[in-house]
C-alpha cells in the first residue's frame, strides 16, 4: 500500500490564503477601535495602546441608523420580489415544456451577460422620466431586473430534480397549479431559494453604482454611500469609516449563519449531471 504522504505545499497554500482573509478582517476591527490621533502614530496591525468605542459612537451619531434602515428596507424589498418571480418564473419554465418557455429562459439567461456598468445611462434616464428618481424606489427597481436573471438560473436547476411523480400524483388528485406552487415547489426549493436569497442581499446590500447615480439627498442614502460622510476636504477618518463597515457588514453576517448549511446545497443543485 501506498503512503498517503503530506501535502506539504498544498498546506503551506492554505495558511497562506487563510492569512490573506483573516489580516484585513483583523485589520478593520482592529483599526476601528483605534483614537483617529493614535491612527497615524501606531503599527496599524498592532493593537491598539488606548483602544476607544469614539469611532462607533461617532458613526452612530453620524445618522448611521436612517442609513441602515434604507439599506434593509431596499434589500428586503428588492430580494422578496426576486424570489417570488424567480420560483414562479422557474415553475413555468420547467414544467411547461414548450418553446415559448424555452426561448423565454433564452432570454431571462441573456441577462446575466449584460453588465450594469453599460446600462447605467438608460436606466438613469428611465428613472427620471418615470418620476422616481432620489427615491428608494430607484435602488429597489434596477436592483430587481438585475437579480432576476442569475436567481432564475439558480432555481430552474433546483425545480428541474423535483421528481415528476410528485406533480403527477398532486394533479391526479385534483390539485390546482397554485396549490402545487406553495405546497410542493416551495418547501422543496428552500435551499435553493435561501442561495439566492443572500447571494442577492449580498449584491443589493453592497451595491454603491445604483445610489450614487440615481439618489441624490441624504434621506434615501444607503450605507455604501454613507461611507462619504467620514471623508473631509483634507483627511479622511479611518477608524469611522471602519466602525461603519463593521456595523454594515453585521446584518449580512447574521443572514449567513442562519443559511450557511443550505448555501452550498443550493449553489450545486441540478450542476452535476
Known amino acids: 500500500m501506498r503512503e498517503n504522504r503530506p501535502n506539504v505545499l498544498g498546506g503551506l497554500a492554505g495558511w497562506l490564503w487563510l492569512a490573506v482573509i483573516i489580516v484585513p478582517i483583523y485589520y478593520i476591527i482592529v483599526t476601528s477601535l483605534r483614537p483617529q490621533d493614535d491612527y497615524y502614530e501606531e503599527n496599524p496591525l498592532s493593537i491598539p495602546s488606548n483602544p476607544s468605542l469614539d469611532p462607533y459612537r461617532l ?14 428596507l431596499v434589500t428586503v424589498a428588492a430580494v422578496v420580489v426576486i424570489l417570488a418571480v424567480s420560483l414562479m418564473a422557474s415553475y413555468y419554465l420547467v414544467r411547461s415544456g414548450t418553446r415559448l418557455a424555452q426561448r423565454t429562459l433564452q432570454l431571462i439567461l441573456l441577462g446575466i451577460a449584460i453588465p450594469l456598468q453599460a446600462t447605467i445611462i438608460p436606466i438613469y434616464y428611465l428613472i427620471v422620466e418615470i418620476g ?8 429597489i427597481l434596477p436592483s430587481i431586473a438585475f437579480g432576476i436573471p442569475i436567481s432564475v438560473l439558480i432555481t430552474v436547476n433546483f425545480v428541474r430534480d423535483i421528481p415528476n411523480e410528485l406533480f403527477e ?5 385534483g390539485t390546482g397549479e ?20 443572500i447571494y442577492q442581499a449580498l ?10 447615480v440615481l439618489t ?6 444607503v450605507l455604501p454611500l454613507s461611507l462619504w460622510s467620514y471623508q473631509g476636504q483634507f483627511s479622511t477618518n479611518v477608524p469611522a469609516v471602519l466602525a461603519a463597515v463593521t456595523l454594515s457588514v453585521l446584518p449580512i ?21
Not at 400524483?169 to 388528485?173: E, G, P
Not at 449584491?203 to 450614487?212: E, T
Request: net charge positive; no cysteine.
Open 59 to 72: 458613526v452612530l451619531e453620524n445618522e448611521f441608523v436612517k442609513y441602515l434602515t434604507n439599506s434593509v
Open 132 to 139: 422616481l428618481y432620489d427615491t428608494l424606489w430607484a435602488l
Open 169 to 173: 400524483s398532486m394533479r391526479v388528485d
Open 178 to 197: 397554485w396549490r402545487i406552487l406553495l405546497t410542493l415547489v416551495l418547501p422543496l426549493s428552500r435551499p435553493a431559494l435561501m442561495t439566492v436569497g
Open 203 to 212: 449584491q443589493v446590500w453592497n451595491g454603491f453604482l445604483f445610489p450614487l
Open 216 to 221: 441624490q439627498s441624504s434621506d434615501v442614502r
Open 253 to 273: 453576517l447574521a443572514a449567513y449563519v442562519i443559511g450557511r448549511r443550505q448555501l452550498v446545497s443550493g449553489l450545486t443543485a441540478g450542476f452535476g449531471k
